[in-house]
């Protein structure tokens, strides 16, 4: 017999909540880099921002808070030198491989 699933009942998944550490959060951007998607880079730093604290980020990137909300929203394509800024103030670097 099926059940019938309620989807409602079913916890929205939070990448941020797994997010626990340097290598977890390089492992995701990494994952995410391949998608070679630039919006979805931007969320997925705007969800690692999350993990780390959106104030602790804005103010070690010299980015106002709401400006950072707004570069790193899914729908975003923020500009090079904010990834970068985010990317330094994550303690992260983004870096390139032969394909």
Not at 42 to 47: D, F, P, R, S
Request: glycine fraction near 6%; proline fraction near 5%.
């Amino acid at each position: 017999m099926n059940a019938k699933v309620n989807i409602s009942r079913i916890p929205k998944f939070d990448a941020a909540e797994h997010l626990k550490d340097a290598d977890d959060i390089a492992a995701y951007l990494v994952a995410v880099l391949e998608e070679e998607d630039p919006s979805a880079l931007a969320e997925a730093l705007g969800t690692i921002a999350r993990a780390r604290g959106m104030s602790e980020i804005a103010k070690a990137s010299g980015l106002g808070r709401e400006s950072l909300y707004k570069a790193l929203r899914p729908d975003a394509q923020p500009r090079f030198e904010t990834v970068q800024r985010v990317c330094a103030a994550l303690g992260v670097r983004l870096t390139a491989v032969p394909a």
